[in-house]
């Protein structure tokens, strides 16, 4: 089945302690994604990478690092989480073929208390 | 800075009626305009899409209209079911260079279909 799987979750952390959010697909996508979703702000962009070796930042990239080193993963880090990072994320991806359509995982609610 | 606004942010409307969703944006540069579903617990998923050369897409019980002098689009989901409950988000892209899109998201309707 085609899909993009995030690992953990949820997850309740202490601010300052590093954590990794995990996001892997399995459709050969060269464009990964990572959004956050806060109750009436919407879907915002962290970062995306086009592929292999190759990221940038989107619209709320503060305190937030990504990695793609392999093609099907895409990795968002907090070094240093803080509260206002608590919030419900997304990883997606799409071929860069073709705009039509992003495959999203099933999120990773993170608090950081 | 909101690029694409949604109204309303939640919606209640009976089984069997017309659910009408609003977005309204300012870049005339946009030139991709999809609908966005998601269901409790899951991610996004892309519902229905148009293109400024046209003024309505049909697609089973979803229609997008969109107005491009207005700059204003709107999802109408006919013959309202419970299992359309969901919420939606619209959103609209232009072209970056080497394939790559800049997708602006409105900030998501909350709609439940009530019995």
């Known amino acids: 089945e085609a899909q993009v799987t995030q690992n953990p979750r949820y997850l309740i952390t202490v601010t300052g302690k590093k954590l990794t959010v995990t996001c892997s697909q399995n459709m050969n996508h060269e464009y990964m994604s990572w959004y956050r979703q806060d109750p009436g702000l919407g879907l915002r962009q962290i970062y995306y990478?086009?592929?292999?070796?190759?990221?940038d930042k989107g619209d709320v990239p503060e305190g937030y690092k990504v990695s793609r080193k392999e093609k099907r993963n895409f990795p968002l880090i907090l070094e240093s989480p803080s509260p206002n990072q608590t919030s419900l994320y997304f990883c997606?991806?799409?071929?860069?073929?073709?705009?039509?359509?992003?495959?999203f995982g099933s999120g990773t609610r993170l608090t950081v208390v | 800075q909101q690029q694409v606004k949604q109204s309303p942010q939640s919606l209640i409307v009976q089984k069997g009626g017309i659910s009408i969703i609003n977005c309204a944006y300012e870049n005339t540069a946009f030139d991709y305009f999809p609908w966005y579903q998601q269901f409790p617990g899951k991610g996004p998923a892309l519902l229905i899409a148009i293109r400024p050369d046209v003024s309505e897409k049909k697609e089973g019980r979803f229609t997008i209209s969109f107005n491009k002098s207005a700059k204003q689009f709107s999802l109408h989901i006919m013959d309202s079911q419970p299992g359309d409950s969901a919420t939606y988000f619209c959103a609209a892209s232009y072209p970056l260079n080497f394939g790559n899109e800049k997708l602006t998201f409105g900030t998501g309707t909350r709609l439940t279909i009530i019995p």
């Open positions: 990478s086009m592929n292999v070796e190759v990221t």
């Open positions: 997606a991806s799409r071929s860069t073929g073709t705009i039509y359509g992003y495959t």
